[in-house]
């Protein structure tokens, strides 16, 4: 589904990304982990063209994404592309003035061109999906930041996507709202969602994951299934890495 091939990226002189080959096959969930500047959310951001690689390609269904064309032509193929990769963040990014509803319909009403009815039937089956359809009146203000990382979760799902990336989509959240947007991300992988998950959550990581990544100075420094990973790691550095977790 998604095969990611010799990526490099940098700012100015910095290296963030030295060469990253990856790949996630339909229906897969690969967790993403690493410290801190290891240059996870690059990736991310990368795959999802919100930033431009300086090298390498990036396959999304069978078609190279990172394409170079011109002008108008290259505005439409990121929208197509974007519209197929759903991001969620840390920080959710709700349009602080719609309503949830409207958070979740407004994407598809615009660029995929579905009626006020059929987005806000659409809408309200995603809202009941994370548990939400009783708050579809609400503003994002009004709830909590589990409740709004759910929205964001079920927005995303609006347009329908082929994989969904999430960069630490809890880390933001107080401990005890962790939980719930666990299960909803739990719930996709049941649907066999495809999936890549930045997480510092190795709980997490390890019960929903078919493959856990290890990435450090922009590398993926290893590539195992997460019984492996988190009991026997082939290599020191992600040993190192874990034993801070694994030991608190
Ligand atoms: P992670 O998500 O693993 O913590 P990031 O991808 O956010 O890592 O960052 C990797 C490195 O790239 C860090 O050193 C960070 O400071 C740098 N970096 C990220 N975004 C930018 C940017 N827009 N401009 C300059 N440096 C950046
Ligand atoms: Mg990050």
């Known amino acids: 589904m998604l095969d990611v091939r010799g990526i490099r990226k940098s700012f100015g002189a910095l290296e963030v990304l030295k060469g990253i080959d990856l790949t996630v096959r339909k229906g897969q969930i690969v967790a993403l982990i690493g410290p801190s500047g290891s240059g996870k959310s690059t990736l991310l951001r ?10 390498g ?16 032509a290259f505005e439409i193929h990121l929208n197509r592309v974007r519209q197929q990769m759903g991001m969620v963040f840390q920080h959710f990014n709700l349009f602080p003035h719609m309503t949830i509803l409207k958070n979740v319909t407004i994407a598809p009403r615009v660029l995929k061109g579905l009626s006020e009815d059929q987005s806000r039937r659409q809408g309200l089956d ?26 964001a ?6 347009m329908q996507p082929k994989v969904m990336l999430f960069d630490e989509a809890t880390s933001a959240l107080d401990p005890e709202l962790v939980e719930e947007v666990n299960l909803v991300m739990k719930h996709l992988a ?44 082939k290599q020191e550095r992600t040993r190192s890495f874990l034993r ?4 608190g």
Request: include cysteine; aromatic fraction near 6%.
């Open 126 to 151: 995603l809202l009941a999906k994370v548990g939400l359809e009783s708050k579809s009146d609400c503003y994002p203000s009004q709830l909590s930041g589990g409740q709004k990382q759910r929205v």
């Open 190 to 233: 049941a649907e066999h969602m495809t999936m890549l998950i930045v997480t510092h959550e190795m709980k997490f990581a390890a019960e929903v994951a078919d493959r856990v990544l290890f990435m450090d100075g922009g590398m993926v420094v290893e590539d195992s299934p997460p019984d492996q990973m988190f009991t026997a790691p």
């Open 244 to 247: 801070k977790y694994l030991n």
């Open 153 to 158: 979760i079920a927005r995303a799902l609006a």
């Open 46 to 55: 990368s795959l999802n063209m919100l930033e431009t690689v300086n090298e």
């Open 57 to 72: 390609e990036i396959w999304l269904d069978g078609r190279l994404v990172n394409r170079r064309m011109p002008g108008k």
